[in-house]
Structure formats: C-alpha cells, structure tokens
C-alpha cells in the first residue's frame, strides 16, 4: 500500500491529491505547515512526500531541506506555482525528486508521483531544458549566492511588496527582513530596489 504525505495549507489541494489515487491502495497523511510535517515524518516513513513550495511562515525549500534530514532516502515532489527554473533548480540541489507547477493536469500530477515512487526523477517538459541549463552552470549569476530564504525575499523585493507586507508574509519582524534585504544587497554588489527589481525582471526570476 502507497503512503503518500501531502504538504500544503490548501485543503482542498489535499483532498484533490487523495481523489487521483481512487484506483491505487493509497493512504495518505496530510500537513498543513512545515512544523506538521516534520513531526508525521520524524514519526513513520512515507513512500512519498508532496510539498508546496509555499507555506505559509516557511519556504518551502527550507521545509525540504528539514525533511532530506530526517529521511534522506524519502522522494519529495514538489508543487509549485512558480514555474520559474531557477525555483526547480534551487529544489533539485536540495534533495528533491520532481518539480511539478500547480497548472498541471491531475493525471500528470498523478504520473509524476507514481514515477518518483518507483525511483525515478520528474519535471515538466516546459521547464526540463532550462533546468539542465541551470544545473550545468552552478554560480554564474549573483543570486546563485543567495541563500533560499535570501532568494524568497529578493523575489518579494521585486515583486513590489514592502518590507512589513514581507515580515507578514514570512512571520518574520521587519528588523529580519531589513537584514536579508542588506545582505541581498551585499552580496549582489547593488544598492537599491529598483536595481534589484531590474536584476529580477531581466533574469526571469519575477513575472
């Protein structure tokens, strides 16, 4: 029988994820946050593990990363709705198996998750060359040297949200977010927002 953990603060994605195995003997332990996932997979393994990149309080990859700890040998898929290569990137060098957007067809969904289970890798076709691209080339663009949380808040940056509206999102104060912004700055050798708004729209890493 398939054990399959989903971990996302959507119910509804939950109960969709449970209606695609109807024809497998599936059973399936849901997490809302990191912090409840952590604790199902430090209490049993799992065949599986389907993270959203999203959480709320946590980025997904830090969750990711927690979890690789624990169970190093356990496949998570994560789902997304960032299409963006460099987030698949920044998942696949953490420990994960697959990386499939949120926009996907439940039969894909479905296919990818049978695929890991049985040892294999997955990805969207759109996204499969990028990737590689990515992966071949480690550190040749400035935000490679941002940590994951350094790359959430880059994102938000200049995606145009301010630094409460960031601290809110992430359940951090805003002295946390003014340090991460500094630091962003730092490391990319830049001095203001709109240089790294520019940065993030040139590079594809905001729509």
């Keep these: 029988m398939l054990k399959i953990l989903t971990i996302d603060d959507h119910e509804v994605v939950r109960r969709g994820l449970k209606d ?10 849901e997490a809302r946050s990191g912090a409840e996932a952590v604790d199902l ?9 389907v993270l959203d990149i999203s959480l709320g309080g946590r980025s ?22 960032h299409a963006e290569e460099q987030y698949a990137v920044r998942a ?7 990386y499939i957007n949120k926009g996907s067809s439940g039969e894909e969904l479905r296919k990818a998750i049978l695929k890991i289970i049985k ?3 997955y990805v969207g076709p759109a996204l499969a060359e990028k990737i590689v691209v990515q992966l071949s080339q480690p550190g040749k663009v400035p935000h490679e040297s941002l940590s994951n949380r350094e790359f959430e808040v880059l994102r938000s940056i200049a995606s145009g949200q301010t630094v409460k509206e960031i601290a809110a ?39």
């Design 41 to 49: 997979v430090r209490k049993q393994p799992w065949d599986i593990a």
């Design 169 to 207: 999102k992430l359940s951090l104060s805003d002295k946390t977010i003014s340090t991460y912004r500094r630091r962003i700055l730092d490391k990319m050798d830049m001095r203001t927002n709109a240089e790294l708004t520019h940065y993030a729209i040139r590079n594809g890493l905001v729509e």
């Design 20 to 29: 695609m195995f109807t024809r497998e003997s599936a059973t399936f332990g």
């Design 119 to 121: 040892g294999g890798q």
């Design 92 to 98: 696949f060098r953490a420990g994960a198996s697959g």
């Design 60 to 81: 997904g990859l830090e969750v990711l990363s927690e979890l690789k700890q624990l169970r190093p040998r356990m496949p998570v898929l994560i789902l997304s709705m």
